[in-house]
């Protein structure tokens, strides 16, 4: 591949622009600018230093959203890296760079793929839109979900919307996610009585009151999953307590903890039997929530066919459909849209040193949203 791909030339100058989250870096307003020839109408909805874009073209008639982040993450330590890590550059078949897979390529993908669709279809029917923030690698409090409250705010819902997250394991095309599971973190903090370790009649030690309810917590089967869904995971990140000192019982120990949970469970069901749990071993705690996402899925249907299709078409392959990984900003938007899914290049790199995407699936990931795009707006042959 060289620079004459425009997909790859966009991703390129996508990458150039230094955009750590929740810093644009102009990355939005280079999009807009391929955007407005078009008759993209364009809206910022920024919030609180979070850069955000919708975009849409056509007024009636069925939706299709591509959605995205132009943010990335730190870098790490530069040296480490092969080449600047702002610097796209080719080698042994790659464009290494942060951002190259997660998810500045995509970003150019949708572009490009837009760009096709409508030379080739230029009074197309329906409507075509991009959702884009700079705040999804951090806290995602301003971004995805400030454009979803203000689309609410308005009435408006979305028809179907493609997120161009990394989703592939091994090869373009051979996984797209059509959900995500929930993900409820709680930090307990168990009580105890401080005193010297060498009397411990005269102290309470929190860590060993403790011990039998986390033992009960982890060995609890929370649920079976689904035909979507594996079952929901309970996981212990964090454990705090003592002074340091070898010779003193502390006074509390902090524990963080983190569900990744299905839609065969709820928040507040979970909620309720760890407090059960807590409560029977006569602990004293407090413990505070956070939810950053319900579960959401978009069984086999319109949308997740047609994206399977135009896989199929474009890399000869049947995609495989599932709901593993972290959490992405499709559970915001699943708030307003039935159908949701997410597709995007090869992820095994995403986040590291020597980030990079295969150079011979950028153009395959371009024509693939095209064929999306044909296949949720033009009428059947």
């Avoid at 007024?59 to 890590?85: C, K, M, Q």
């Avoid at 649920?223 to 003193?248: E, M, R």
């Avoid at 709820?266 to 039997?273: F, P, V």
Wanted: glycine share 10%; aromatic share 6%.
């Amino acid at each position: 591949m060289t620079t004459a791909s425009p997909t790859l030339a966009l991703a390129q100058a996508l990458i150039r622009r230094r955009s750590t989250t929740p810093d644009d870096a102009g990355c939005l307003d280079l999009i807009g600018a391929r955007l407005a020839p078009l008759g993209f109408t364009l809206e910022r909805l920024d919030r609180n230093g979070t850069s955000n874009l919708w975009a849409q073209r056509g007024s009636t008639g069925p939706r299709v959203v591509f959605a995205g982040h132009t943010d990335v993450v730190p870098t790490g330590p530069v040296e480490r890296w092969r080449s600047d890590p702002f610097e796209p550059t080719e080698r042994d078949g790659h464009l290494f760079a942060r951002g190259a897979a997660d998810m500045k390529t995509s970003l150019a993908a949708f572009v490009t793929a837009i760009e096709a669709f409508v030379a080739a279809h230029p009074d197309h029917p329906g409507r075509i839109a991009l959702l884009l923030t700079s705040d999804e690698e951090g806290d995602a409090t301003d971004g995805t979900i400030a454009v979803v409250e203000a689309l609410r705010a308005r009435g408006e819902r979305l028809d179907y919307c493609i997120v161009g997250e990394p989703t592939s394991v091994e090869r373009l095309g051979d996984m797209v996610k059509n959900g995500r599971r929930g993900s409820l973190s709680g930090k307990l903090v168990v009580k105890g009585i401080q005193g010297h370790i060498a009397y411990p009649h005269l102290a309470r030690n929190p860590i060993h009151q403790a011990v039998p309810a986390l033992t009960e917590l982890a060995a609890t089967v929370w649920d079976a999953g689904n035909d979507y869904f594996p079952p929901t995971s309970w996981q212990i990140s964090n454990i705090a307590g003592g002074t340091g000192a070898s010779n003193v019982i502390p006074g509390s120990v902090e524990v963080r903890f983190n569900f990744r949970f299905s839609s065969a469970s709820t928040d507040a069901g979970l909620k309720a039997r760890v407090h059960e749990i807590l409560d029977r071993h006569g602990l004293e705690y407090t413990l505070d929530w956070h939810l950053s996402g319900q579960p959401y899925l978009t069984p086999r249907g319109t949308l997740v066919e047609a994206v399977s299709a135009a896989i199929r078409s474009e890399c000869g392959i049947e995609t495989a459909i599932s709901t593993t990984g972290g959490t992405s900003d499709g559970r915001f938007i699943a708030a307003i849209c039935d159908q949701v899914v997410e597709f995007g290049p090869v992820n095994a790199t995403i986040h590291k040193i020597d980030e990079c995407v295969a150079l011979d699936a950028i153009d395959p990931l371009s024509a693939v949203y095209t064929r999306c795009l044909e296949n949720l707006l033009l009428p059947a042959s």
